[in-house]
Antibody
Framework: QVRLQESGPGLVKPSQTVSLTCNVSGGSINSTRHHWSWVRQQSGKGLEWIGHIYYTGATYYNPSLQSRVRISVDTSKSHFSLTLSSVTVADSAVYYC???????????WGQGTTVTVSS | DIQLTQSPSSLSASAGDRVTITCRPSQPVSKYLNWYQQKPGQAPNLLISTTSTLQSGVPSRFSASGSGTYFILTISSLQPEDFATYYCQQSYSTPHTFGPGTRLDIK
C-alpha cells in the first residue's frame, strides 16, 4: 500500500527558509485521483491545512501562508516538497504530508517531521 | 474560508458510553465533511469520509451523519482505544479547513 515519509532539517533559524520532502512509495504519485498535501500541527494545537499539489504541478495554498509557501512535485523521484520562507517561531510544528483523494479526504499520512525554529 | 466549529471541545466518558461530537461549518459543505482520529504522538487517521463513509478497518461502532452545516460523529460504545482527539475537516472548498478538535478523555 502507499506509504509516505517526510524528511527535513529539524532545526532552522528565524528568517530562513525550510524545505521538507515527502517520499511516496508503494503507489504512483502520477495518480489522477489524488492531490498531495501538507498539514502542520503546532505543539498542543490543532491541524492546519497548508496546501496541496496535483501531479501536473497545479497547486492550492492556504491564504494565510500563501505569500511564504511553495509546494512542488518531482514525479521522476516520486516525491513532493514544501518550502516555507521567512520562518518564525510560530512556524515550529510537526509537518505532515498526506495523500488527498480528490473531493474526498486525506486517507494516507506520513508519520510527520518536526521543524523547530530557533536561533 | 469555511470555519468549522466542534462541540464539545473536550469530553470525559467511560468505556461503554455512547458519545456524539458535532461539527458545524460556517457555510454549507454539501456532503464533503470528514472525521479524523489522532492519538498522542501519532499522525491523524481518517475514520469517516464524505459525511458517512466508514474507512476500511474502522470499527462499526463509529458512525456519522449530517449535511450542509450540521454533522455528527457517534461512537456507540466507547472502547479504551477510542480515547483520542477527533477532528472534522471540510473538503468542499480550499483551504480544506479543520475543526479545532474534540479531546475525548477517560472519566
Amino acid at each position: 500500500q502507499v506509504r509516505l515519509q517526510e524528511s527535513g532539517p529539524g532545526l532552522v533559524k528565524p528568517s530562513q527558509t525550510v524545505s521538507l520532502t515527502c517520499n511516496v512509495s508503494g503507489g504512483s504519485i502520477n495518480s489522477t485521483r489524488h492531490h498531495w498535501s501538507w498539514v502542520r500541527q503546532q505543539s498542543g494545537k490543532g491541524l492546519e491545512w497548508i496546501g496541496h499539489i496535483y501531479y501536473t504541478g497545479a497547486t492550492y495554498y492556504n491564504p494565510s501562508l500563501q505569500s511564504r509557501v511553495r509546494i512542488s512535485v518531482d514525479t521522476s523521484k516520486s516525491h513532493f516538497s514544501l518550502t516555507l520562507s521567512s520562518v518564525t517561531v510560530a512556524d515550529s510544528a510537526v509537518y505532515y504530508c498526506a495523500r488527498d483523494e480528490r473531493f474526498v479526504a486525506m486517507d494516507v499520512w506520513g508519520q510527520g517531521t518536526t521543524v523547530t525554529v530557533s536561533s | 474560508d469555511i470555519q468549522l466549529t466542534q462541540s464539545p471541545s473536550s469530553l470525559s466518558a467511560s468505556a461503554g458510553d455512547r458519545v456524539t461530537i458535532t461539527c458545524r461549518p460556517s457555510q454549507p459543505v454539501s456532503k464533503y465533511l470528514n472525521w479524523y482520529q489522532q492519538k498522542p504522538g501519532q499522525a491523524p487517521n481518517l475514520l469517516i469520509s464524505t459525511t458517512s463513509t466508514l474507512q476500511s478497518g474502522v470499527p462499526s461502532r463509529f458512525s456519522a451523519s449530517g449535511s450542509g452545516t450540521y454533522f455528527i460523529l457517534t461512537i456507540s460504545s466507547l472502547q479504551p482505544e477510542d480515547f483520542a482527539t477527533y477532528y472534522c475537516q471540510q473538503s468542499y472548498s480550499t483551504p480544506h479547513t479543520f475543526g479545532p478538535g474534540t479531546r475525548l478523555d477517560i472519566k
